[in-house]
């Protein structure tokens, strides 16, 4: 009976060693990170999360859509750490509710807003004034209620003396990628969209003209870390990712300027 325990004992140590040791400096918390994201940033936040994952050792889910809509799921307490808001105003908001720690807020992005129509098409456009031309039926833009593209677009055509002639036109999207598609489709004569979202689209469409920037809001886009996060270290170096250099170099990649003039 000895010897059987023995053996037992030294099977036992003999497993243990084989187990994976944690480096050191490793992060011991390897759940999932939660980051509700502006659906313009898809492409490079996918990317950027890649790079997160492959240096922290954690995974990280992403929930995109208009910023809106995710600023309601966090005002309704949706288990989020980490928001990315294509406009300050939705940030804003749920900053002047308390839902995120003010201290971690900053601007990482800056986009541009611009007029594309399908590639196909025959319409000669090239200003945003063209829109009101009885030639364009169809403009697809973000609705304005949930989506800040939809926000910086209704701006745009106020100023320009613009709405009025061009609202029963509009076809409202759910977001950004949503105008985009409809572009792509050729189902709208035009789409109002970020200039990130019409590079992705490529030869699909083709660009009509750009926004002048006197013309509406700063396109600004800010993070922040959600105030009831169980992940503060987490989610931290995932804000701190994006605004590094390394972030930034991805983000610059699909398109995005720096929010530093």
């Given at each position: 009976?000895?010897?059987?325990?023995?053996?037992?004992?030294?099977?036992?140590v003999?497993?243990?060693s084989?187990?994976?040791?944690?480096?050191?400096g490793?992060?011991?918390?390897?759940?999932?990170?939660?980051v509700?994201?502006?659906?313009s940033?898809?492409d490079?936040?996918?990317?950027?999360?890649?790079?997160?994952?492959s240096?922290?050792?954690?995974?990280?889910?992403?929930n995109?859509g208009a910023?809106?809509?995710?600023q309601?799921q966090?005002?309704?307490?949706?288990p989020v750490?980490?928001?990315?808001?294509?406009?300050?105003?939705?940030?804003?908001?749920?900053?002047?509710?308390?839902?995120?720690?003010?201290?971690?807020?900053?601007?990482?992005a800056?986009?541009?807003?611009v007029?594309?129509?399908?590639?196909?098409?025959?319409?000669?456009?090239?200003?945003?004034?063209d829109?009101?031309?009885?030639?364009?039926?169809?403009?697809?833009?973000?609705?304005?209620?949930?989506?800040?593209?939809?926000?910086y677009?209704?701006?745009?055509?106020?100023?320009g003396?613009l709405?009025?002639?061009?609202q029963?036109?509009?076809i409202?999207?759910?977001?950004v990628?949503?105008?985009?598609?409809?572009?792509?489709?050729?189902?709208?004569?035009a789409?109002?969209?970020?200039?990130?979202d019409?590079?992705?689209?490529?030869?699909?469409v083709?660009?009509a003209?750009?926004?002048?920037?006197?013309g509406?809001?700063?396109?600004?886009?800010?993070?922040?870390?959600?105030r009831d996060?169980?992940?503060?270290?987490?989610?931290?170096?995932?804000?701190?990712?994006?605004?590094?250099a390394?972030?930034?170099?991805?983000?610059q990649?699909?398109?995005?300027?720096?929010?530093?003039?």
């Amino acid at each position: 009976m000895r010897l059987l325990l023995i053996l037992f004992a030294l099977i036992i140590v003999g497993c243990q060693s084989n187990q994976p040791k944690s480096l050191p400096g490793a992060p011991e918390n390897t759940e999932n990170l939660t980051v509700s994201a502006a659906a313009s940033l898809r492409d490079a936040f996918n990317e950027i999360g890649e790079l997160y994952s492959s240096k922290t050792g954690r995974s990280v889910s992403f929930n995109f859509g208009a910023s809106g809509a995710l600023q309601k799921q966090i005002e309704s307490g949706a288990p989020v750490d980490v928001f990315a808001s294509a406009g300050e105003k939705q940030m804003n908001e749920i900053a002047d509710k308390g839902l995120i720690d003010a201290a971690t807020r900053r601007d990482f992005a800056r986009n541009t807003l611009v007029m594309i129509v399908p590639q196909d098409s025959k319409l000669k456009l090239t200003a945003f004034a063209d829109l009101a031309t009885p030639e364009v039926q169809k403009i697809a833009v973000g609705n304005p209620k949930t989506v800040p593209a939809g926000q910086y677009t209704e701006q745009l055509f106020e100023n320009g003396n613009l709405k009025n002639t061009v609202q029963p036109k509009l076809i409202l999207a759910e977001d950004v990628r949503q105008v985009l598609d409809y572009v792509v489709r050729g189902e709208v004569d035009a789409g109002v969209v970020y200039t990130t979202d019409a590079r992705i689209a490529g030869e699909k469409v083709r660009f009509a003209a750009t926004a002048p920037e006197a013309g509406h809001s700063p396109i600004l886009y800010p993070i922040a870390i959600i105030r009831d996060t169980r992940q503060k270290q987490a989610a931290q170096e995932f804000v701190d990712l994006v605004g590094g250099a390394e972030g930034q170099t991805i983000l610059q990649k699909y398109g995005f300027a720096s929010a530093r003039k």
